[in-house]
């Protein structure tokens, strides 16, 4: 099994900046990959970021490119999503999700791509 705990939402202005984290524990994901994903109200569970473990390959929503950065600490066994310039567009609980096994570098966007999922944590961007 595998344990995901994400952190470091809150309330931030339009065009701050939010960390968040995503800690994994329980069995090794070093061939697989971690993806964001975020969900607003009355909306369906959107994609944002993947990244592999391996390689750090990364993919991204194009409403994010350029102002998220997914990247990892294979040490920490940690995910982050750097967000930059927020926009109340943004505002979502943002989900960690991980898979055991990644294919010929492909990052699936779906969530069904995905076995394992944190709690989530909430990111409010106001106006």
């Known amino acids: 099994q595998v344990q995901l705990v994400e952190s470091g939402g809150g309330l931030v202005q339009a065009g701050g900046s939010l960390r968040l984290s995503c800690a994994t524990s329980g069995r090794t994901l070093s061939s697989g990959a971690m993806g964001w994903f975020r969900q607003a109200p009355g909306k369906e569970r959107e994609f944002v970021a993947a990244i592999t473990w391996s390689g750090g390959g990364s993919y991204y929503t194009d409403s994010v490119k350029g102002r998220f950065t997914v990247s990892r600490d294979n040490a920490k066994s940690t995910v982050y999503l750097q967000m930059n310039s927020l926009k109340p567009e943004d505002t979502a609980v943002y989900y960690c999700?991980?898979?055991?096994?990644?294919?010929?570098?492909?990052?699936?966007?779906?969530?069904?791509?995905?076995?394992?999922w944190g709690q989530g944590t909430q990111v409010t961007v106001s106006s």
């Open positions: 999700a991980a898979r055991n096994l990644v294919i010929n570098g492909y990052l699936p966007r779906g969530p069904d791509g995905y076995g394992y």
